[in-house]
């Protein structure tokens, strides 16, 4: 069956750098793959969508990059702030039907330091 | 903006208790998901409908039970609480195949159970 893991439990980022978080997954490559956020004791938050056939999408200072040879998602953040503490959770799906399933990953815990 | 709202942010229960978590959505999607999540497990998906009346398994449905009576509204039943059933439960919406967004998925705040 299809595993995923996120590098890392918890990240610790000095605020202005760069995060960088992975997602690795095993098993068949997925038809598109997500990044959420999650706060806590709330819902997660859809953040960044990438299709199989693309490499690198970016929103504002988030960018996700799909390597399906070396099944690998890569999600960063450029000049990190203290409001991007969370946890980041990925998350892939086989195909586009309405019964496809979305698998997650267990969550990277971000934080910021200032 | 989709909205899913969740009946409680916060129940305590006792063991044996039959216990009903409500969801709802406003953006008229298809599919609708139960999860829970749990430290060092992620999401887990318990149950989910595609249609009015229609419920397929997930990967932990033990212990569950759930009902699709209206397109907007997705209830998780515990049969009969018990102790490893505390737990952060998740419901989420996503649009059928052709919608805006079909891809994502559109959660509500959780409810955090605990039963004792």
């Known amino acids: 069956s299809q595993k995923i893991e996120q590098n890392s439990e918890a990240l610790n980022i000095q605020e202005g750098k760069t995060a960088t978080l992975t997602c690795n997954y095993t098993?068949?490559?997925?038809?598109?793959l997500q990044w959420y956020r999650q706060d806590p004791g709330r819902g997660p938050v859809f953040l960044l969508l990438i299709r199989e056939n693309e490499k690198e999408k970016r929103k504002e200072r988030l960018k996700v990059t799909f390597d399906t040879t070396l099944k690998q998602s890569l999600f960063h953040i450029t000049a990190s702030q203290p409001a991007d503490s969370a946890t980041y959770l990925c998350a892939l799906t086989r195909g586009y039907s309405s019964a496809s399933k979305i698998i997650f990953g267990s969550g990277t815990r971000l934080s910021i330091r200032p | 903006d989709v909205k899913v709202t969740q009946s409680s942010r916060y129940l305590v229960k006792r063991t044996g208790e039959k216990v009903f978590l409500e969801c709802v959505q406003d953006m008229d999607h298809e599919n609708m998901f139960w999860y829970r999540q749990d430290p060092g497990l992620g999401l887990r998906l318990i149950y989910f409908s595609y249609d009015v009346k229609m419920k397929e398994k997930g990967d932990i449905p033990e212990g569950y039970s759930v009902s699709r009576e209206k397109k907007e509204r997705f209830s998780l039943i515990l049969e009969s609480a018990s102790t490893n059933q505390t737990s952060m439960y998740l419901c989420?919406?996503?649009?059928?195949?052709?919608?805006?967004?079909?891809?994502?998925?559109?959660f509500g705040p959780g409810t955090r159970l605990l039963v004792l």
């Open positions: 098993n068949y490559s997925p038809a598109y």
């Open positions: 989420a919406s996503r649009g059928s195949v052709g919608a805006p967004n079909q891809e994502t998925q559109y």
